[in-house]
Nanobody, 126 residues
Framework: QVQLVESGGGVVPAGGSLRLSCVVSGRTFSDYAMGWFRQAPGKEREFVAGISRSGGNTIYVDSVKGRFTISRDNAKNTVYLQMNSLKPEDTAVYHC???????????????????WGQGSQVTVSS
């Protein structure tokens, strides 16, 4: 059983920064590509960023490119999402997710991700 636990959400003013963390337990962390998704009230879950098992490949949704950075520390079983220059439209519940796959692959859709965290609320005030 793979468990994912997010932390680091909160309330920040527009232009501020937050770093989300997601600790994975139960299986070998480096066996999984990781991703961050978000869901705002009344909207569908949206892909935000993904990182390969190796950590060498990353992918982002266009709306966060240049502002968000995904990274992972395989020794700490943790994936991070550094969020800078936050905007009110970034307000959502952020979920991390784990997907089995090739060592260098990244995934930007929901379907490959078999395991999900409970989510962390990020609120950006205008």
């Amino acid at each position: 059983q793979v468990q994912l636990v997010e932390s680091g959400g909160g309330v920040v003013p527009a232009g501020g920064s937050l770093r989300l963390s997601c600790v994975v337990s139960g299986r070998t962390f480096s066996d999984y590509a990781m991703g961050w998704f978000r869901q705002a009230p009344g909207k569908e879950r949206e892909f935000v960023a993904g990182i390969s098992r190796s950590g060498g490949n990353t992918i982002y949704v266009d709306s966060v490119k240049g502002r968000f950075t995904i990274s992972r520390d395989n020794a700490k079983n943790t994936v991070y999402l550094q969020m800078n220059s936050l905007k009110p439209e970034d307000t959502a519940v952020y979920h991390c997710a784990a997907a089995s796959g090739a060592y260098t692959s990244t995934y930007s859709t929901v379907q490959p991700y078999a395991y999900w965290g409970q989510g962390s609320q990020v609120t950006v005030s205008s």
